[in-house]
Nanobody, 120 residues
């Protein structure tokens, strides 16, 4: 089994910053792409940012210029630096990873989610 554990969520004022971390643990696996998704109350889950193993990134238009995704392959960890936070960023944030066991196929793994609340 591969576990993804998020940390760093919490309550922050609008205009502030927050840094999320997600670490993958287990055995006999490797990770290809990693990313962050979020789901606000009453809305569908949406992709926030993604990053390949080689470091190529992509972002939702709503967070471009404010959020930065990065990863540490040696630690199997992905980060999301969130700056200039807005009320609309309030959501449960989920870490996701494409996990490969040996040379087998990749499968998506998801963290349990961490709440980010932005207050006025």
């Amino acid at each position: 089994q591969v576990q993804l554990v998020e940390s760093g969520g919490g309550l922050v004022q609008a205009g502030g910053s927050l840094r999320l971390s997600c670490a993958a643990s287990g055995s006999d696996f490797s990770i290809d792409a990693m990313g962050w998704y979020r789901q606000a109350l009453g809305k569908q889950r949406e992709m926030v940012a993604g990053i390949t193993r080689g470091g190529n990134t992509n972002y939702a238009d709503s967070v471009k210029g404010r959020f930065t995704i990065s990863r540490d392959n040696a630690k199997n960890t992905v980060y999301l630096q969130m700056n200039s936070l807005k009320l609309e960023d309030t959501a449960v944030y989920y870490c996701a990873a494409e996990v490969r066991r040996g040379w087998g196929p990749t499968k998506n793994s998801w963290g349990q989610g961490t709440q980010v609340t932005v207050s006025a």
